[in-house]
């Protein structure tokens, strides 16, 4: 299969009073119609910030350079009207905060069907219809009084599911979901990730998945990129990384993990502190903060490298320890 | 919500009536009466006035006279403006003031809100810094300044050109006699109006809600005038109350040096004068003026933001 | 799910609608470097606001000081002219005379001075009651907050000029019942401001510590809520100066401030505007002075707001 969404040695940078800060340095990534790419990572680990540039959704005083390509278009150099055309007709996101991604002064059905207006010059009956549909698919209970209720009306689950509504109501290629459970609650958080796999299943359409919850990530995922400091540091099918992570770091999030089928005494933390993106360690970024770092680690960058299975990491360490 | 409105009428009177209560008996509180003149008056002709007016009862008794009298709607005569009552006087006057007050206001938000919108636009641009600092001269320069320096420009340098405008008199209202005073009373409205509409634009267009309007692929005019302009304009909308505050005491100033008829010059006569029952009543119409349009701004409110809801 | 491990010591922050309490919080974070610092340094950095702070001390400097190098008095009339006569440095009127023959500089700086003292002390007046009041509110809570924030809002419902104008009359235009009068009213929005803040505050880990350490209601308001109130109360300060001494200088201008033979701005400028015609002067002075003050409060007050709530960043 063809890669939908690619993303070429992407450069994120933002400028601030104290200097530029690097928040995405070379990645690279694609996701294939119908796949799910869960991409991993603390806050500040450029995650959340490689998809923005994606959208075109930069503060004003970030930069972005690479190539970003949907369908053999570059979104980094689109004018804002071509990106127009593909926001939300054919790539649509959903937020981390249902509480305040929508607008408080419109009612919940003009905010879906005005994405459907837009992009494909349908006339407001057909609108209605067609939000009312997308109200039903993703369960929402009532759906026709919702229409004519206002954001503030609904929980902050429904909300969610609403802003999932309004990412289904073009049918993109690609769906962006950035921390879409976080601010949710937990019972609640299990419904959305059930419903993210339905529309996974039927929709067809590429999924990526931006969290810092592997849990979150096993269930729904079929690929894993695990980034830290604006760089992929291991990537791999979620059976590999899960089953064989070789990055440390993805190691120490594994073993953070709670899990109900291993018995442990206490909850495992990864020692030390999320780097300074403005003042990075040298050589490898975790190194400050790697059980098993040595010298080399400290002088040089290792490099994303892929290994027979298809698994990439980048690790001086790991690849020793498949070297011998 | 109708019952909300009808309990805030409710409150306005109670209000209303401490305005009165502390403005009648402060007044009456004050050295010298309306009667004083540089050669004092013979004492029968003095006690003779007093009676006429109802000067010589008791102060409670004047004060029950006058309240009776206002709830008739008799603010009673004036005693500087001898052939008049204060119910005529403000008859003349309030419609001078309230048609410069709205012009004025009109003008504000007609000039202010877009000027804001365009510097919130292009935030750290020229333009905006340039608008900015415009706006806040129109603040800092305050309209007893801007006035006679208007006065001057287009009253005496400019006197033999085209650009010649009446600097003093109400003339009846033609037009070019209300050009001045409402330029000049509308300034600092359309500098604060521009400012709050530029920090509040600026605000709004960081929200969450406003990037989803955005990553919904609606074009940047449509995500500004659809997503977040009502938004943005609560802030104006708040600021209308207090305005109608700045309006009136502008009025004064503005009314003073352009010799306009309206209540606000009324109000500075009246109170140099010790005209009693003058002062009364423009006091009393201007608090009910404030309670009324804090009233309607709090109706723009649940218009604006759904979420308020009066109980 | 799992307790997310990145997200340790990070607790997810609210969105806290007044700012300047994250501002706090953020400065809590950082070691080493106060809020205070912080603000100090990035002050430093508005050039505007720096200029303006400069500004503002030559005048306050001038306008008190120079009267003892002016060869004339404020009061004092030179019957040798006895009209508006241009600047002369022969006679010592270095800026002219007004249409009585007294010095205008003279007279400039007795009105700069009393802007200043209105600025200062009625603007003193507004803020001890109004964080009296609004920090009590704001603390208590219950039915002291309803009572007191009833009373503002009626307050707020007067056209409160008004009687400022009508004190002004009955009290003879009396020079300290003025500044009395004027922080009467500028407190209102002084109360909300500091009720706002303690509100937030109120219920931050750090004053439950001190409650939890058994510190007394007035140590608490007095050791934790005002210092870090403080903040937004000096941009406000400095955001009610200007309105102040605007507010003595409308009185003035109508006749109901200062009297004679002692002046202030306001008042100059009355009279200039009385004889613009001939000696434009009269007006323009005063009015440069007055708005030149009233421009650097206004800047400063902004340049502080932007140094002490790092949100704008």
């Known amino acids: ?324 | 919500m109708w019952a909300y409105f009808t309990r805030r009428l409710f409150i306005a009177i109670p209000t209303l009536w401490v305005v009165i209560t502390v403005a009648f008996f402060l007044m009456r509180l004050a050295p010298g009466g309306p009667f004083d003149q540089e050669a004092p008056l013979p004492p029968e002709i003095m006690a003779n006035l007093k009676a006429a007016y109802g000067l010589d009862q008791p102060l409670w008794w004047q004060y029950v006279n006058y309240l009776g009298n206002l709830l008739q709607g008799d603010f009673g005569p004036s005693f500087k403006y001898k052939d008049f009552s204060v119910t005529e006087l403000i008859g003349q006057g309030f419609p001078v003031s309230i048609q410069n007050g709205a012009a004025a206001l009109f003008l504000a938000v007609l000039v202010g809100i877009p000027l804001g919108a365009m510097a919130a636009l292009r935030q750290n641009s020229g333009a905006d810094h340039a608008a900015m600092t415009v706006a806040m001269t129109g603040i800092v320069i305050p309209n007893f300044v801007v006035g006679p320096l208007l006065a001057l420009v287009f009253g005496i340098w400019l006197r033999e050109t085209m650009f010649a405008l009446p600097v003093a008199g109400w003339n009846n209202g033609a037009l070019p006699n209300r050009i001045l005073p409402v330029i000049c009373l509308a300034l600092p409205f359309i500098a604060y109006i521009a400012r709050i509409t530029r920090a509040s634009l600026i605000e709004t267009l960081r929200t969450n809600y406003v990037r989803t309007a955005r990553a919904k692929g609606l074009p940047f005019r449509m995500v500004v005038l659809r997503h977040a302009f009502k938004s943005a304009m609560i802030p104006v909308v708040t600021y209308l109350g207090p305005a109608t505050v700045f309006l009136l005491t502008g009025s004064m100033v503005i009314e003073t040096i352009f010799g306009l008829p309206g209540i606000g010059r009324y109000f500075v006569q009246g109170a140099l004068n010790r005209d009693y029952t003058l002062v009364m009543g423009v006091t009393i119409l201007a608090a009910s003026l404030v309670i009324f349009l804090n009233l309607l701004v709090d109706m723009a409110y649940a218009w604006l933001d759904p979420k308020v809801r009066y109980e | ?313």
């Open chain 1, 1 to 324: 299969m063809t890669s939908v969404l690619e993303i070429d040695k992407l450069f994120v940078s933002f400028a601030t009073p104290d200097g530029a800060v690097e928040a995405v340095t070379g990645v690279s990534l694609s996701v294939e119609a119908g796949e799910c790419l869960g991409l991993v990572g603390e806050s500040g680990s450029g995650k959340s910030q490689t998809f923005m540039a994606a959208m075109g959704l930069l503060a004003d005083n970030g930069t972005a350079t690479g190539h970003i390509r949907l369908d053999g278009i570059n979104l980094l150099s689109a004018t804002e009207k071509q990106l127009n055309k593909v926001r939300g007709e054919r790539i649509a996101m959903i937020f981390q905060d249902p509480m305040t991604s929508l607008t408080p002064h419109m009612k919940i059905g003009r905010q879906l069907s005005e994405v459907l207006i837009e992009h494909q010059g349908a006339d407001k009956e057909t609108g209605r219809r067609r939000a009312l549909e997308m109200l039903d698919r993703v369960h929402i209970p009532e759906a026709e009084r919702r229409l004519d209720m206002y954001p503030h009306e609904l929980s902050g689950g429904l909300r969610q599911r609403v802003m999932i509504a309004m990412a289904l109501m073009c049918e993109p290629e690609v769906i962006i979901a950035d921390e879409p459970t976080t601010a949710l609650d937990v019972t609640v958080q299990a419904q959305i990730l059930d419903l993210l796999t339905e529309v996974k299943d039927n929709l067809g359409a590429a999924i990526v998945l931006i969290t810092h919850d592997l849990g979150v990530v096993a269930g729904l995922a079929d690929r894993v990129a695990v980034m830290y400091a604006g760089r992929i540091v291991e990537q791999g099918t979620v059976g590999d990384i899960f089953a064989t992570p070789t990055h440390p770091y993805t190691q120490g999030l594994l073993a953070c993990t709670p899990r109900l089928d291993v018995e442990t005494e206490e909850l495992v933390t990864i020692a030390g502190q999320p780097p300074n993106l403005q003042n990075l360690p040298t050589g490898c970024s975790f190194h400050p903060r790697c059980p098993h770092v040595f010298d080399q680690c400290k002088a040089q960058r290792p490099s994303l490298e892929k290994m027979p299975g298809g698994q990439a990491r980048a690790c001086f360490h790991a690849a020793m320890g498949a070297a011998e």
């Open chain 3, 1 to 313: 799910m799992s307790d997310a491990p990145m997200n340790e010591g990070r607790p997810p922050r609210a969105n806290l609608s007044v700012p300047h309490a994250d501002a706090l919080d953020k400065a809590a974070d950082v070691e080493g470097r106060s809020l205070w610092q912080d603000a100090f340094r990035r002050l430093q950095a508005n050039r505007a606001a720096m200029i303006s702070a400069i500004v503002l001390i030559v005048m306050a400097f001038v306008c008190f000081v120079g009267p003892v190098l002016v060869p004339w008095s404020y009061e004092e009339i030179d019957w040798d002219i006895l009209e508006a006569a241009p600047p002369n440095f022969d006679t010592g009127h270095y800026l002219g005379t007004d249409s009585l023959g007294r010095d205008l500089l003279a007279r400039i700086l007795q009105g700069g001075q009393v802007s200043f003292l209105v600025g200062i002390l009625a603007t003193s007046v507004a803020l001890v009651i109004g964080v009296t009041v609004g920090a009590t509110a704001g603390f208590m809570g219950g039915r002291v907050d309803q009572v007191l924030m009833r009373f503002v809002d009626v307050m707020y419902a007067v056209p409160l000029m008004f009687f400022i104008i009508i004190l002004m009359v009955v009290f003879g235009r009396n020079f300290y019942l003025m500044f009395l009068a004027i922080g009467f009213v500028e407190w209102l929005t002084m109360s909300r401001i500091v009720r706002g803040q303690t509100l937030t505050l109120k219920n931050k880990e750090f004053i439950e510590a001190a409650r939890a350490s058994g510190g007394s209601t007035i140590s608490i308001i007095a050791r934790h809520i005002i210092p870090n109130v403080l903040g937004v109360v000096i941009v406000y300060v400095t955001l009610t100066i200007p309105q102040v001494i605007l507010l003595e200088s409308f009185l003035s201008f109508l006749g109901l401030g200062v009297q004679p033979p002692m002046t202030s701005w306001g008042a100059l400028i009355a009279e200039g505007a009385q004889e613009m015609e001939i000696t434009p002067r009269t007006l323009v002075l005063p009015a440069v002075c007055l708005s030149t003050t009233l421009f650097c409060f206004n800047f400063l007050g902004d340049g502080l707001r932007d140094a002490l709530d790092p949100k704008d960043r």
